[in-house]
Structure formats: C-alpha cells, structure tokens
C-alpha cells in the first residue's frame, strides 16, 4: 500500500494549538513519530481508512421469449439487484479535525432558519487533557472511536419487470413496451452532534486516550442516514416503415408515443433536518410527476446522394407548459469516401422533482468564496502590517491568517424548490464530416455550437456576491463578526496606531437563500474528432488504434448580476480544461485481447471570473506564482488485457495509471492522490 507522505497532526497522543508558531506535541508521543521540522506528533492514518468490511452484491435475472398469435414476439423480462457496501472509517478527531477558531455556518430543514456561527470548543480549564491555565485548543485523534464505532455503509435495491412486443401490421413494422422500475437506497455514517460534542469536553466528560462508554460516544458522534426511493412506470409505442417510393429511394417514417410516471423521495434523518449534526446539509423530497410525449421522424431521399431527414417531438409534463421540438439533418455522400452532415435541433427539459416538486429543499455549501465586501478591507488591514519593518514574524503570520479567513472562505446555503418553474429550452447545430481514405481507415471532425434557455438551477455564489446589493431584503444573511474583527484591527493597530479603516459594518458571509429559477443562459461551442484504423496481421492477430477527444473553443454562463454573458471561461478555473483526448492501441490474437490507452488533459488557468487575478489577490510568492497561475496538464496510462479460451468463460484484468503518475498540484484545490489501481474480473455466461 503507497503511504501518502503527509502524516496527520490529529494523532492519538495529540498536539496543543498555542497558535499558529506555536504548537506543541503532548507528552506520551512516541520518538519516531515526532517531527523533525515542527516538532508536531504525527501520525499516518491511510492504513486505518477505507477497509472493507461488509460488500455483498447479489442479482436475479430472468428473460423469457414467447410468441402470440403467428405475428407477435413477446419478451418478459424480471431483473432484481441488491449490494450492500460498507467500510471502517479512521478514528474521528478532536474538533472534527477543525481548527477552535474556525466556525461554520448550515441549515435548519425543519426550523427554517440558520444554525451557528458554530464553533468547537477548546479544552477548559481543570479538564484531565489540558496542562494549561487558560483554554487550550487539543488537536489529537479519539481511538476509540476506531475499531468499527466510525463507519460509512450504503444499501441499495434495484428491480424491473417490463413486457415488449413486437409485431408487423401490413407493411409496417410495430414495438411497444411496458413495465415498472423500482430503486431505494440507504446511506448510514457518524457526524458530529453540535450540542453532544460540546457537552462531552465542556463537561469534561469525554476521556481523551481512553475507551470512553458506548452512549457518551453515540451522543458526541450519532448515526445520520440518507434514504431515498424512487418509482417509474412507462407505456411506449413506435411504429415505422416505408409510405412511399421516391426516385431517389423509399420515404421511411416512424411514429410514437412514451408516457411515463416518475415517483421519487429523498430524505435525511430527522437529526440531520433539524440541524442537529455540525455542517451537515438535509435534503427533502417527495413528489410525482407524469409525462407524455408523441413524435415522429422521417427519412427523405432527396437524390441518390442526398437525405435529409425531419423530426417532431411533442413533450407535457404536469408540472410544466407543452413543448415542441423540431430536428433537421442532412447527410450528402460528397465522395464514396467523404461524408458531409449537418443538423440542426431543439431541446426540452421539464424541470425534475427536486427542482419543483413539493419538498422543503435541500442544502448545501459552496467552497472558495471570495467575500467582495469584506476582502479588499482584509487586504489593506494586512498590508498595514506586512510593510511596517517592526512587525514580528508570527505578527505577519497571524495577520495572513485574519486576512485569507476573510478573502476566501465557505458560504452556506439553502436551495429551495420553485413550482413556477418553466422548462429549459435549446438550440443545437453540428457540421461535420467523416473521410476514409482508404479501408478500415477513417477521420471524423465535427463542430457543434449549444446555446441554453431558462436553464433550470440556482444561481452561482460569484454572481449572487457581484450583486448583493440588488438582492430582496433577507437572501444573503452575514452574521456578526465583531469579536475576531476587535483582534484583527487590535493588531493593526499595534504597527499603524492611526489607522482608521475598519469593515463599516459589515458582517462576515453567513447563509444565502439560493432558489432555483430560470434565469441561467449558456452558449458553448467546440469540436469533436475521431480517428481510427485496423491492421490485420494474419498470423499475428489484428492491431486496432484510435484518438478520439474534444476541444472546448468557448463556454459561456449568463451573469444576472451583469445582465449579459460572462467572458468565456473554456481552459480556466471553473471549467477545467479545453482539451481532452484519449489514444488506444488494441492487439488481439486468438483468445486474448489487451490494450493500452493513453489519457491527456490540457493545463488551464487558476483564475475565474469571481477571481481574475487569484494568485495575485492571495499574495503568492514571486517563485510560486508560476504554479499556481496554471494548473498543468495530466496524463495517465491505462492497461487491459482479457482472455476467453475457456468455454462461457471471460478473464479481464486492468491496470489504471499504470506508471503511478501523480496529478498535478491545483493551487486553489490542494494536491489530491492519484493512485495506481489494479482490478480483476470474472465472467460465466450459459
């Protein structure tokens, strides 16, 4: 197993957070576990996360083919699927593994209000932990919450009864289809209870370093669960075949119907509605929701090298307006090797259950927020203390601190249904072609040009931020920040005795009331390209290579705030990047088949439209501000190989990020591991 290099602070004998220079390892740490650079107990939790415990998968199939009559085939099929997959989790730590000066912010479901600011509470005085006079901030890792006590489990059942037919009515050819589907599933891990925890270390209840008793730590650390259910039923009917004999061919058409009904509910447990658990967001839905639709389709030979083919679609919802859809395409053999298309189209999405069905919404929290109020303040207060040259060292690092608390942070909020809503809309083109210019060889590039409507969604954090001063009375709560404002401008003071910028007032980013609505609009344009060709190599087998990927050359979102679209924002931040390909090589010969694919993103920018100059604004060092400007671009190597000489039998195996390459760092994300994977599996079919 691959260690991941970065020991945690949390470890069991723990570390006393004096300040941000001043941290100091507990007595008991063993010597090979302290640090030799800070002098902090660390301790590797990777071989205590993520063991498997309990996974069971299980199916039932049957499938069952009959005929009715001489001119019908029938098919009955019965499926049913269930897994159960759990894990032990790592000890939990002290505080969550949140810093006591921190404090979060989440949502009362059934309240309708606000919970916190929140924050954990130090070590007080007299508690058998705390070796200091004064409150202490004690960041260890709570054993006895191991063992199985922490844990992450999901249960799931899938089930499908359905009937097709098939069938012929004169000279047209018929299929229709019938069934039910059902699918639950429940998710059960440990939070932390806001009220159970404080009490526990307040009260001095909770021993650290020993096995506390079982119902101290079911109220310090409860179950929450996630159960959601959902239920479609669906009739669907098509009938096709030729009306007419044009001179350049048959006149093909296809008409149909699909009504369907959708029941879907997803709820969190009661403690986690009632804001109970600490920055835990609830989620309530539960509604049902039918839609119809009828369609047709044409195929039309308008000379021997030209067809154009039409389709209409019709879509009702009961929980939006009618819509109709229309599709033109147009396919011209330039060449017998060149192959010219087209097609132009229109979309539909009704708005689902979550986005206008009857529950009280879900939330949730954005991350990387940058506060435009509060955040120039920051960077003045801090400036006044990084240029005096009588500021100490841990005085400028503790006004970094103040100051990136305040530019970048997390903001709470609580998105609602909207049955108003009315149905997103689009508009497609797509210009292409295909070549081969010799056998099993060919090239395919197409453009394609999206634009958006009343695209169903809440609206992005940056845009609510940009303006707030539009915003009705009560959709962006901020919340009172006085006391750790009093320190941050005590400090400034202390280097610039004169200073009188201050925060005017102006609370700290508390909860926005984030709705859905319809005001979203995107335009995004790109190409798509393709190639491929085969060798055989007779005795030696068959060779197959392939590229294939997508170049993204504009992606932009509508900014409310501004009325009008956003820069494009393809190859930065928010959208990652513009590049992605893949290249396969596959050589098969006799029963065996292996290949290798080489995957490749793009580098792209770290700056976005809510941050233009990210690193700049974060005060990044002149030797890192090459990386963090641009994230760079990730390749990995993937390998498969399966055998099927024995009879009903099928051998794979497969090795993900074959060299264990590393991703690359994202300066706003941190570094996330990148692991080499290696999987096995085994198929009998009779």
């Known amino acids: 197993m691959r260690s991941n290099n970065a020991p945690s602070s949390f470890s069991p004998t723990g570390n006393y957070f004096l300040s941000s220079t001043n941290i100091v390892a507990a007595p008991g740490c063993p010597a090979n576990s302290i640090d030799p650079v800070d002098k902090q107990c660390k301790w590797?939790?990777?071989?205590?996360s993520g063991l498997t415990t309990n996974n069971k998968r299980w199916a039932v199939v049957s499938n069952t083919d009959f005929r009715i009559g001489s001119s019908i085939d029938a098919n009955v099929e019965i499926t049913t699927a269930g897994a159960t997959n759990s894990y032990l989790v790592a000890p939990l730590n002290a505080s969550n593994g949140s810093a006591t000066s921190s404090s979060s912010i989440w949502y009362n479901v059934l309240g309708g209000k606000m919970v916190g600011p929140f924050s954990y509470p130090k070590l007080p005085v007299g508690h058998p932990s705390n070796r200091y006079s004064t409150p202490v901030e004690y960041r260890a890792r709570l054993m006895d919450t191991g063992n199985g006590f922490n844990f992450n489990s999901t249960e799931s059942k899938q089930s499908r009864v359905m009937l097709a037919l098939t069938g012929t009515l004169g000279n047209y050819d018929w299929k229709s289809a019938a069934g039910i589907m059902d699918s639950t599933a429940t998710k059960a891990t440990r939070a932390v209870s806001a009220k159970g925890y404080t009490d526990a270390i307040v009260n001095k209840t909770y021993k650290f370093g020993q096995q506390n008793d079982a119902a101290l730590l079911e109220a310090m650390f409860?179950?929450?669960?996630?159960?959601?259910?959902?239920?479609?039923?669906?009739?669907?009917?098509?009938?096709?075949?030729?009306?007419?004999?044009?001179?350049?061919?048959?006149?093909?058409?296809?008409?149909?119907?699909?009504?369907?009904?959708?029941?879907?509910?997803?709820?969190?447990?009661?403690?986690?509605?009632?804001?109970?658990?600490?920055?835990?967001?609830?989620?309530?839905?539960?509604?049902?929701?039918?839609?119809?639709?009828?369609?047709?389709?044409?195929?039309?030979?308008?000379?021997?090298?030209?067809?154009?083919?039409?389709?209409?679609?019709?879509?009702?919802t009961s929980n939006a307006e009618a819509h109709v859809s229309p599709k033109l395409g147009l396919r011209i053999n330039a060449l017998d090797s060149l192959l010219l298309r087209a097609t132009a189209a229109g979309g539909f999405r009704a708005p689902n259950i979550v986005e206008s069905g009857n529950g009280l919404g879900r939330s949730s929290v954005a991350t990387g927020v940058v506060d435009l109020r509060r955040c120039p303040v920051a960077n003045q207060l801090n400036a006044l203390i990084q240029g005096s040259a009588n500021a100490t060292a841990a005085d400028k690092a503790q006004a970094n601190s103040f100051r990136g608390n305040e530019c970048v942070g997390s903001l709470p909020s609580f998105v609602a249904s909207n049955p108003d809503l009315k149905p997103e809309t689009s508009q497609s083109l797509t210009v292409g072609a295909v070549w081969e210019p010799v056998k099993n060889t060919t090239f395919a590039l197409d453009y394609y040009n999206i634009e958006r409507k009343d695209?169903?969604?809440?609206?992005?954090?940056?845009?609510?931020?940009?303006?707030?001063?539009?915003?009705?009375?009560?959709?962006?709560?901020?919340?009172?920040n006085t006391a750790n404002d009093n320190e941050f401008l005590a400090l400034v003071k202390k280097y610039a005795p004169g200073n009188t910028i201050n925060y005017g007032g102006v609370g700290k980013l508390g909860l926005v009331y984030n709705p859905y609505v319809n005001t979203g609009k995107t335009k995004v344009s790109g190409l798509d390209f393709d190639a491929a060709t085969r060798f055989n190599l007779k005795?030696?087998?068959?060779?197959?290579?392939?590229?294939?990927?997508?170049?993204?050359?504009?992606?932009?979102?509508?900014?409310?705030a501004d009325g009008k679209y956003a820069d494009n924002t393809a190859g930065n931040y928010d959208f990652g990047s513009r590049l992605r390909t893949k290249v396969r090589a596959a050589w098969k010969k006799g029963n065996w088949d292996n290949g290798v694919t080489v995957n490749y993103l793009s580098g792209y920018s770290n700056n976005n439209d809510a941050s233009p100059t990210y690193c700049v604004t974060q005060k990044v060092s002149a030797e890192?501000?090459?990386?963090?400007?641009?994230?760079?671009?990730?390749?990995?190597?993937?390998?498969?190989?399966?055998?099927?000489?024995?009879?009903?039998?099928?051998?794979?195996?497969?090795?993900?990020?074959?060299?264990?390459?590393?991703?690359?760092?994202?300066?706003?994300?941190?570094?996330?591991?990148?692991?080499?994977?290696?999987?096995?599996?085994?198929?009998?079919?009779?």
């Open 624 to 686: 890192n501000m090459a990386a963090c400007e641009r994230v760079k671009a990730r390749t990995t190597t993937d390998y498969n190989l399966t055998y099927s000489g024995i009879p009903h039998a099928k051998l794979s195996l497969y090795v993900n990020n074959v060299f264990n390459k590393d991703s690359p760092v994202n300066w706003r994300d941190g570094w996330g591991a990148q692991l080499r994977t290696i999987g096995f599996s085994a198929a009998y079919t009779h």
């Open 455 to 480: 695209e169903i969604g809440s609206r992005s954090t940056s845009d609510i931020l940009k303006g707030e001063a539009s915003l009705p009375a009560g959709q962006l709560i901020r919340t009172d």
């Open 44 to 48: 590797d939790v990777l071989p205590y």
């Open 222 to 316: 409860p179950v929450r669960t996630t159960e959601g259910q959902a239920r479609i039923q669906f009739i669907d009917g098509t009938i096709t075949g030729q009306v007419a004999q044009l001179p350049a061919g048959p006149l093909s058409v296809a008409v149909g119907t699909d009504i369907r009904r959708e029941h879907y509910e997803m709820k969190s447990s009661v403690n986690v509605l009632r804001g109970d658990m600490v920055g835990i967001f609830g989620l309530q839905v539960k509604d049902t929701v039918s839609h119809y639709a009828v369609f047709s389709e044409a195929t039309i030979p308008v000379l021997k090298r030209v067809e154009v083919s039409a389709a209409l679609r019709a879509d009702k």
């Open 539 to 560: 005795e030696y087998g068959d060779l197959r290579l392939r590229l294939e990927g997508n170049y993204t050359l504009n992606y932009q979102s509508y900014s409310q």
